[in-house]
């Protein structure tokens, strides 16, 4: 072990696809890299790139290097020092699942350097403690599109093949929410007759992927649980989601907790410029600057190499950078 390095590509993901608040999830074509190795001089060292990553603690306070501490300790193992480097393409507190993916990559590095002693049902079982609910950790351990529930004891999941047709345009505003302030926004109490229409929607739209029938998703996407609650956080939002399947999608969400606005889209549409227009010009009349992102489903959970003797050498960032976004 003590000349092995791991390296983990883990995809993003968006949460709640809509109505499946707390349950649905999405990996997507956007990834953050980790590598995790015993340090050389002895003493931890964490170094952090990528755009909003300043500020982060580099000492053993970070949340990469508790995470692969939870992994040594229920493998009975000793590692307190570490090297760890990450290089992340994923935006912060846009609602695109950084913190998921920073955990899911922490557990699966830490696993492997220690010889894979934890089981990815473990793991996504840890997870999901430590994020609150399996939406997003659910969808970057596993890809695809993960269906689960947890009872705040136990997650239990499925995972579906996301459509070959599925494109994703996802319009990423220039602010940060965090998901905690998105979550205060919440009620405590909803009337029934909105769990129900919620309870209907996500049965559909989780069909709807399962079987194919892309052309349901419009009567599916839709929420009462949380987005209305959210739009004062967004402006913009409720008329993108309301009018977004008008310009060609074939529905629309909030991404995760926000503010970053997901559509998905039919690869061979003919209207993708339309609806991007459509995205940017609804946020900049509402006085928000986007980025937008043309990403795909990602079908599968981290990749791993393990990296042994003389190939281990040189740096993460020169080893990624034909890879990366920038
Ligand atoms: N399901 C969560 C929410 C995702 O909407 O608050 C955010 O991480």
């Not at 609910?133 to 695809?144: I, K």
């Not at 990602?298 to 990366?324: D, F, H, M, N, Y």
Request: glycine letters at 10%; hydrophobic letters at 45%; a negative charge.
């Amino acid at each position: 072990m003590t000349d092995r390095k791991i390296i983990v590509k883990v995809p993003a993901s968006t949460a709640n696809l809509g109505p499946g608040f707390d349950t649905l999830g999405m990996a997507l074509s956007l990834y953050s890299w980790l590598e995790m190795s015993l340090p050389r001089s002895g003493k931890t060292v964490i170094e952090l790139h990528g755009e909003g990553l300043d500020g982060i603690p580099l000492d053993k306070s970070n949340l990469i290097y508790k995470v692969a501490q939870l992994v040594f300790a229920e493998a009975d193992i000793e590692i307190p020092e570490l090297h760890i480097a990450m290089y992340s393409d994923i935006p912060l507190t846009r609602g695109l699942g950084s913190s998921a993916s920073a955990i899911v990559g922490a557990l699966t590095a830490a696993n492997a350097l220690v010889g894979f002693p934890l089981t990815d049902d473990r793991l996504f079982q840890i997870a999901t403690k430590l994020e609150g609910h399996p939406d997003n950790v659910g969808a970057s351990l596993f890809g695809g599109i993960v269906v689960s529930a947890w009872d705040g004891e136990r997650a239990e999941k499925v995972r579906l093949d996301p459509h070959g047709d599925l494109e994703v345009l996802v319009a990423i505003p220039a602010f940060h929410l965090a998901t905690e302030k998105a979550r205060h926004a919440l009620p405590a109490h909803i009337p029934h007759a909105d769990a129900v229409f919620n309870v209907g929607s996500s049965s559909l739209l989780v069909a709807a992927l399962a079987s194919g029938k892309l052309e349901l998703i419009k009567h599916a996407m839709r929420d009462r649980l949380h987005q209305p609650y959210r739009a004062a956080l967004i402006p913009g939002m409720q008329e993108i989601l309301i009018k977004a399947t008008e310009y060609g999608a074939l529905g629309a969400a909030l991404s995760g907790a926000g503010p970053t606005l997901l559509t998905l889209v039919d690869t061979n549409s003919l209207r993708k410029a339309e609806l991007e227009q459509f995205l940017i010009q609804t946020l900049g009349r509402a006085g928000i600057k986007a980025e937008t992102m043309w990403l795909k489903p990602c079908a599968t959970g981290p990749e791993i190499t393990i990296l042994q003797g003389e190939e281990s050498g040189g740096s993460l960032l020169e080893r990624i950078k034909g890879e990366v976004r920038a």
